[in-house]
């Protein structure tokens, strides 16, 4: 199924109105954002200062004993730049400006990264893998937070709003993983102060972070411009409007019910056993067999024996994380139900039974669950379902193992109506440019050491465009930042989806092969995630893989380090001989095998009908020798092409092989249809 246009609506925070970004009437001494309290500057590098003041007027800054002076022009904007600073702190700055001063307290100097990206980005450290104890342990005073409010506008903004915070358990659980998990291993190699910026909104095209000039005068780009609304002090600003349309959408669809006894079946005491299957719990139910492919209504029901002694008592009935959005009832009574125009997966599920519901015997236990992207279902752990009396759990009655489930209805049927697009003459997150003007433009002026990226799911239809708007992405920021060739590290795409059982095209594939094309450009580094993945779930937890590979290409790329293994093994020749492939890759680094220990997987090979065929493999130093007698003159091959392929090659550092092909073979069109 299509399903990443639902990506895109169902992940989107809502965005800050542009209009509140302007610059600060004439007269007003101010900084902007990114130079408030607790800030984190570049070492090493010029450190820009600016604001704004009355025209004409005389700024002085003083830091670290350094002190020098601007004047504004007739905008009032002033700039400045201080002598390269060395990691350490806390500085006072103090600015002023005739009578008027600001003084910023608590800066620190050190390492300055970007994190941006989609919705894997987004992912926040408390929903991560071990969350909970990840968010307790965060504490460290030199780490410095700053998440970029989330804003669409349709000119680039002098200033971004929020705010920089020292990194502690009650700053970071909202924070990026990747970005977080990324910083931490930079701390602890560095043992400089590292500062993270976040900006970053889930489900967005890479064509949200460009500047639209940048793709005008190439044809490939039409259908992009196209998206890009009237700019001007006067353009309309859609992402509320758009927002109200989706909250009413999702309620329409959600609550109501449309017209097939989905209620009554679900709460109903006898069912029709032919209408009821059985479930596995918890488990999304994608990952069901036969798998359930759908974007819909699924009620689900189980049986509970409530002791006698439980009897009028007030119960909790916890059910963990449920993707997305659950209404859940005890005995036909609503007892729960998620909330909010953009549901939230990751939040535990924990509801409250009256005691007046509550007597010995036999129970039913209800949820209506609705779904319209990735996984959908209960997606916790089996210790997250149980129920017991509340203030005793250690008497909870667990509610892991088989449900009953039935499907009330589905996207492919007409009960569901399509979601509501995104506007084409306002400005959305989705506009082409709306995101780097209200989230990249106010932060090119900051000094900074590098970016990391994670994004791709939302143009993973378009790979052959992404091939060549990436590296644009890439060069257009570091063209407005004129630092020059600032690293950019980005996270290759994780496996997704069901595991495939026969080689085949991919646009996955695809898009990761015009990830791993962006690497020609210099200062370009590559985190593969192809094995960290969930097939039923586009959003892995293990976020915390993810941040140390790209810590480990920052390490050896950025900082130096040679002594650091950044990379799996990446293919760099092929030979044919008597029927047997040989391939070999650099970055073996001792020697390649199969990641965990057992066979290799992931290989498939074609002779001149273009049709492959699994592969055997076997290792032997930097090489890898693959027959196969369904090929016996092999012309091609392809490792890990696929949604989620199972591939398994890594080096003696345990990185995972990034995958790729031989050939440069177009897709075969498609089959006509029969009379």
């Given at each position: 199924?299509a399903?990443m246009?639902?990506?895109?609506?169902a992940l989107?925070m809502?965005?800050?109105p542009?209009s509140g970004?302007?610059?600060?009437?004439?007269g007003?001494?101010?900084?902007?954002?990114?130079?408030?309290d607790?800030a984190?500057?570049?070492r090493?590098?010029?450190?820009?200062?600016w604001?704004?003041a009355?025209?004409?007027?005389?700024?002085?800054?003083r830091?670290?004993?350094?002190?020098?002076s601007?004047?504004t022009?007739?905008?009032g904007?002033?700039?400045?730049?201080?002598k390269p600073?060395?990691?350490?702190?806390?500085?006072?700055?103090?600015v002023?400006s005739?009578?008027?001063?600001?003084?910023?307290r608590?800066?620190?100097?050190g390492?300055?990264?970007?994190?941006?990206?989609q919705?894997?980005m987004v992912?926040?450290?408390s929903q991560?893998?071990?969350?909970a104890?990840?968010?307790?342990?965060?504490?460290?005073?030199?780490?410095?937070?700053?998440?970029?409010?989330?804003?669409?506008?349709?000119g680039?903004q002098p200033?971004?709003?929020?705010s920089?915070?020292a990194?502690t358990?009650?700053?970071?659980?909202n924070?990026?993983?990747?970005a977080?998990?990324?910083?931490?291993?930079?701390?602890?190699?560095?043992g400089?102060p590292?500062?993270?910026?976040?900006?970053?909104?889930?489900?967005?095209?890479?064509?949200?972070?460009?500047l639209?000039?940048?793709?005008?005068g190439d044809?490939?780009y039409?259908d992009?411009?196209?998206k890009?609304p009237?700019?001007?002090?006067d353009a309309?600003?859609?992402q509320?409007a758009?927002?109200?349309?989706?909250?009413?959408?999702?309620?329409?669809v959600m609550m109501?019910?449309?017209?097939?006894r989905?209620?009554?079946?679900?709460?109903?005491?006898?069912?029709?056993?032919?209408e009821?299957?059985?479930?596995?719990?918890?488990?999304?139910?994608?990952?069901?067999?036969?798998?359930?492919d759908i974007d819909?209504?699924?009620?689900?029901r189980?049986p509970?024996?409530?002791?006698a002694?439980?009897?009028?008592?007030e119960?909790v009935?916890h059910?963990?994380?449920?993707?997305?959005?659950d209404?859940?009832y005890?005995n036909?009574q609503?007892?729960g139900?998620s909330?909010?125009p953009y549901?939230?997966?990751?939040?535990?599920?924990e509801y409250?039974?009256?005691?007046s519901?509550?007597?010995?015997?036999?129970?039913v236990?209800a949820?209506?669950?609705?779904?319209m992207?990735?996984?959908?279902g209960?997606t916790?752990?089996p210790?997250?379902?149980?129920?017991?009396p509340?203030?005793d759990?250690?008497?909870?009655?667990?509610l892991?193992g088989?449900?009953r489930?039935?499907?009330?209805h589905?996207?492919d049927?007409?009960?569901?109506?399509p979601?509501?697009?995104p506007?084409?003459?306002?400005?959305?997150?989705w506009s082409?440019?709306?995101?780097?003007h209200?989230?990249v433009a106010?932060?090119?002026?900051?000094?900074?050491?590098?970016?990391?990226?994670?994004?791709?799911?939302?143009n993973?239809?378009?790979?052959?465009q992404y091939?060549?708007l990436f590296?644009?992405l890439i060069?257009?920021?570091?063209?407005?930042?004129?630092?020059?060739?600032?690293p950019?590290?980005?996270?290759?795409?994780?496996?997704?989806?069901?595991?495939?059982?026969?080689?085949?095209?991919?646009?996955?594939?695809?898009?990761?092969?015009?990830?791993t094309?962006a690497?020609?450009?210099?200062?370009?580094?590559?985190?593969?995630?192809?094995d960290v993945?969930?097939?039923?779930d586009?959003?892995?937890?293990?976020?915390?893989?993810?941040?140390l590979?790209?810590?480990?290409?920052a390490?050896r790329?950025v900082?130096?380090d040679?002594?650091v293994?950044?990379?799996?093994?990446?293919?760099?020749?092929?030979?044919v001989r008597?029927g047997a492939?040989?391939l070999?890759?650099?970055?073996?680094?001792g020697g390649?095998?199969?990641q965990?220990?057992?066979p290799i997987?992931?290989?498939?090979?074609?002779?001149?009908?273009?049709?492959f065929?699994w592969?055997?493999?076997?290792?032997s130093?930097?090489?890898?020798?693959?027959?196969?007698?369904?090929?016996?003159?092999?012309?091609?091959?392809?490792y890990?092409w696929a949604e989620n392929?199972g591939?398994?090659?890594?080096n003696?550092?345990?990185?995972p092989?990034p995958p790729?092909?031989?050939d440069?073979?177009?897709?075969p069109?498609?089959?006509k249809?029969g009379?």
């Amino acid at each position: 199924m299509a399903r990443m246009a639902w990506v895109a609506a169902a992940l989107a925070m809502a965005l800050t109105p542009a209009s509140g970004l302007a610059a600060p009437p004439a007269g007003s001494l101010k900084l902007p954002a990114l130079l408030g309290d607790h800030a984190m500057l570049q070492r090493g590098m010029a450190a820009p200062v600016w604001g704004w003041a009355a025209p004409g007027a005389r700024v002085t800054v003083r830091l670290a004993g350094q002190s020098a002076s601007a004047t504004t022009g007739a905008d009032g904007i002033w700039r400045l730049r201080l002598k390269p600073l060395a990691a350490g702190g806390p500085h006072e700055m103090r600015v002023t400006s005739g009578d008027e001063a600001l003084t910023v307290r608590d800066v620190m100097v050190g390492e300055v990264w970007v994190a941006s990206g989609q919705s894997n980005m987004v992912w926040p450290v408390s929903q991560s893998r071990n969350g909970a104890a990840e968010t307790q342990a965060a504490g460290d005073p030199q780490m410095r937070l700053f998440a970029v409010p989330r804003t669409a506008a349709p000119g680039p903004q002098p200033d971004c709003g929020g705010s920089w915070a020292a990194c502690t358990p009650s700053t970071v659980g909202n924070f990026s993983a990747v970005a977080y998990f990324f910083g931490r291993e930079l701390r602890r190699r560095l043992g400089v102060p590292v500062g993270l910026i976040q900006a970053d909104v889930g489900g967005t095209p890479a064509e949200s972070w460009v500047l639209p000039e940048w793709l005008k005068g190439d044809k490939d780009y039409r259908d992009l411009l196209a998206k890009t609304p009237p700019a001007g002090p006067d353009a309309p600003l859609g992402q509320a409007a758009y927002e109200k349309t989706m909250n009413d959408w999702y309620i329409g669809v959600m609550m109501k019910d449309p017209g097939n006894r989905g209620f009554a079946a679900g709460l109903a005491g006898a069912t029709p056993p032919g209408e009821w299957q059985t479930m596995p719990l918890p488990g999304a139910w994608e990952a069901n067999t036969p798998r359930m492919d759908i974007d819909g209504a699924v009620w689900y029901r189980r049986p509970v024996d409530i002791p006698a002694a439980w009897a009028g008592k007030e119960l909790v009935l916890h059910l963990g994380p449920i993707a997305d959005r659950d209404v859940t009832y005890f005995n036909g009574q609503e007892v729960g139900a998620s909330g909010g125009p953009y549901p939230d997966a990751s939040i535990v599920r924990e509801y409250r039974v009256p005691a007046s519901l509550v007597q010995a015997g036999s129970a039913v236990i209800a949820v209506r669950v609705f779904n319209m992207i990735a996984a959908g279902g209960f997606t916790g752990r089996p210790d997250d379902l149980w129920l017991a009396p509340a203030g005793d759990k250690a008497s909870a009655v667990p509610l892991a193992g088989p449900w009953r489930f039935r499907i009330e209805h589905s996207r492919d049927a007409a009960s569901v109506p399509p979601m509501p697009p995104p506007p084409t003459d306002a400005w959305t997150a989705w506009s082409t440019g709306g995101l780097y003007h209200g989230m990249v433009a106010p932060l090119t002026t900051h000094a900074i050491r590098g970016v990391i990226w994670y994004q791709g799911e939302s143009n993973v239809g378009r790979p052959a465009q992404y091939r060549k708007l990436f590296p644009l992405l890439i060069r257009g920021w570091r063209e407005a930042w004129g630092q020059g060739g600032f690293p950019f590290l980005f996270v290759q795409l994780a496996n997704f989806q069901p595991l495939v059982k026969e080689p085949g095209e991919s646009d996955w594939a695809e898009l990761r092969e015009a990830q791993t094309a962006a690497l020609r450009l210099p200062a370009t580094g590559m985190a593969v995630a192809i094995d960290v993945g969930e097939a039923a779930d586009i959003h892995p937890k293990n976020k915390q893989d993810v941040g140390l590979r790209l810590a480990l290409v920052a390490s050896r790329k950025v900082y130096g380090d040679r002594k650091v293994a950044a990379a799996g093994p990446s293919y760099h020749s092929m030979a044919v001989r008597d029927g047997a492939v040989t391939l070999r890759f650099s970055d073996a680094l001792g020697g390649l095998a199969a990641q965990g220990g057992g066979p290799i997987k992931g290989f498939a090979v074609a002779g001149a009908d273009r049709k492959f065929h699994w592969a055997p493999a076997e290792a032997s130093g930097d090489s890898v020798t693959l027959r196969c007698a369904q090929v016996p003159e092999p012309v091609a091959v392809r490792y890990g092409w696929a949604e989620n392929p199972g591939c398994n090659l890594a080096n003696a550092a345990g990185l995972p092989a990034p995958p790729f092909r031989t050939d440069r073979w177009s897709r075969p069109p498609p089959a006509k249809a029969g009379r």
